[in-house]
């Protein structure tokens, strides 16, 4: 026990240090290419701003791009570059925060460990989401048509995310001038006819 303690008060010294790097912000740069659906895998712990948008088409969070644990993705043509894993973006320093909370869960590592070496850090950024293996798959498809370039609203049921699946005109769907969404309702207009993804 007094060598575990000794590794924590060495830890305790060494750890602030490393907590100043800890999840550097960096800059991923993402293009939906033809107004495909692009994942751009990166490591998001560290929250994800948009820094400088690309392309013409917009860029919206949780709409035309958005993230979660390990990726970027962008869709609809928006095409950009985002600051990823920059704990320093609000202006505060938070280096000892991450520090003081390695060095916690080390101290509860150590006492684990010198009960029952079989017990295992449990994942902290493990997500229910993941579990079975559909967080990708979308929740509904809905068809949605403007036959004679007519304007038309499609009810949906899900969380809101919209993508093009299939595309079906000869007009191509572009989000924000001949398709888009509006609370629970996709509409379209100008002849764009596709299959729609719900997530």
């Known amino acids: 026990m007094k060598r575990i303690v000794s590794s924590i008060l060495v830890l305790a010294l060494v750890v602030p240090s490393l907590g100043q790097s800890a999840y550097a912000g960096q800059t991923v740069r993402c293009e939906s290419g033809n107004g495909q659906y692009k994942s751009c895998p990166v490591d998001t712990r560290g929250g994800v701003t948009l820094s400088r948008q690309l392309s013409s088409s917009g860029c919206w969070q949780n709409d035309t791009w958005g993230y ?8 609809n043509g928006c095409r950009a570059e985002f600051n990823v894993g920059d704990y320093q973006s609000s202006g505060h320093d938070n280096s000892n925060a991450v520090a003081g909370a390695v ?8 006492i684990l460990a010198n009960k029952n070496k079989k017990d295992r850090d449990r994942d902290r950024y493990d997500d229910d989401r993941y579990n079975g293996g559909n967080y990708y798959q979308p929740s509904n498809t809905v068809r949605c048509e403007s036959n004679d370039n007519n304007y038309v609203r499609c009810p949906f049921y899900g969380r809101g995310h919209v993508e093009v699946q299939r595309q079906l005109s000869k ?7 001949n398709w888009g969404v509006e609370r629970n309702t996709i509409w379209v207009d100008n002849g764009c006819r596709a299959d729609f993804a719900v997530y």
């Open 171 to 177: 007009t191509y769907c572009q989000y924000g001038q």
């Open 103 to 110: 060095v916690v869960g080390l101290i509860g590592a150590a």
């Open 68 to 75: 979660d644990r390990n990726r970027v993705w962008v869709t």
